[in-house]
């Protein structure tokens, strides 16, 4: 790997002159105010991170080093035949800034399938499981069994200079990319396939070689892995999954101790599980109704239903954005392409007209629009993947590329353990008396 890393390096140490200069000059400037409810309501809108590789804007959605999805779906690099984007050109992306070549995101390709070998005592502690336990367990636990690999965590034993942190943390970073589509189908075939397991094919992209590995050889299948892969693999740094990662690393925690970590906040209802609990929401609601392409009409009341009895409807509604996700659209587009009668996704795209309105109508929700899970759970069922359980442990191998190069650029730019001042409410309201100053 050593072309991709000697780029990073020389971006790394550019990175690092512009920052201590920005620092130099502008580093006492305030960029923003922290209000009471900010700090009771889980820092919301607060700006306390930097992340490089992607920035989340609330009418256009994600873009990656600037750009958004739809130019990413243009720009990136194809496989052989393919229409979709190769997550190894984002990855590429994310870690130089610059969008590669056919040949530069070919090199990536090259580098993880020459790491991808799995050592068995990870699959031996995946198997000392019950059979029952969640599929994001299982992958956490392969996670956790693979960090025995860590070049960061012997390098760090062995008092490597604090400058060189970048290394060890990029290399276990690239291992560890190219490792866990293994792990993930591993785990699927083992739960949901009698154990009956697919060896990878080392002539596939990275996305490819999951869809075979997980028993999915439509050619269609691995163009939706790819686009599933690109699209979900980072939302800036403030998210649940990114900011844990980070937030372990700042600990020098290696990178694999890390990954696991933000993959545990990844599998909350309220993150990662969410895509989960939308497919889970359209197959109760198909079973009440008695029909599988249930009317608009029908639709409407039963989300008056789902709002009436507390609940939300999974799938709408985000904490930054304000029009629908350009990662739902991208799906979208890919079922109306691919699958256009297909009765679910037609449900969801029923479900699209219906929702927003009846949101809106309640005047109290900032955005009734879809994000990128009220989609994907559609379209994986089509090809026959129907074990929802499992959908996350898809969203934690795509986040990898997002949350690994982010940590990279961490230890390369030399961020700090990460410490944000907490209060009490006694504090609180002693200081609101103006009794004390709690916020120096």
Known sequence: MGILKDRFKAKADAANIEIKELLKEHGNKKIGEVTLAQAYQGMRGITGLVTETSLLDAQEGIRFRGYSIPELQEK???????????????????????????????????????????????????????INTHPMTMFVVGVMALQTESYFAKAYSEGINKKDYWEPTFDDAMILIARLPRIAAYIYRRKYKN????????????????????????????????????????????????????????????PYLSYAAGMNGLAGPLHGLANQEVIKWIFEMQEKLGTDLPAREQIAEYVKETLSAGKVVPGYGHAVLRKTDPRYTAQLEFGKKHMPEDKLCRTVWNIYEVVPPILQSLGKIKNPWPNVDAHSGALLVHYGLVEYEFYTVLFAVSRSLGVLASLCWDRALGFPLERPKSVTTEAVKLWLEGKEQIWE
């Not at 035949?81 to 984002?90: I, M, R, S, V």
């Not at 002539?203 to 699209?231: C, K, P, Q, V």
């Open 195 to 254: 154990s009956e397991h697919i060896h990878p094919n080392g002539l596939l992209d990275w996305a490819g070689n999951f869809a075979h590995m997980l028993g999915y050889d439509d050619a269609s299948f691995r163009e939706l892995m790819r686009l599933y892969m690109t699209i979900h693999a980072d939302h800036e740094g403030g998210n649940v999954s990114a900011h844990t990662t980070h937030l372990v690393g700042s600990a020098l925690s290696d």
């Open 76 to 130: 990136l690099p194809k496989a052989l035949h393919g229409t979709e984007p190769l997550p190894e050109g984002l990855f590429y992306l994310m870690l130089i800034g610059e969008l590669p070549t056919p040949e530069e995101a070919s090199h990536v390709t090259d580098i993880l399938q020459r790491r991808s070998h799995v050592p068995n005592h990870v699959f031996a502690a995946i198997d000392a499981l019950p």
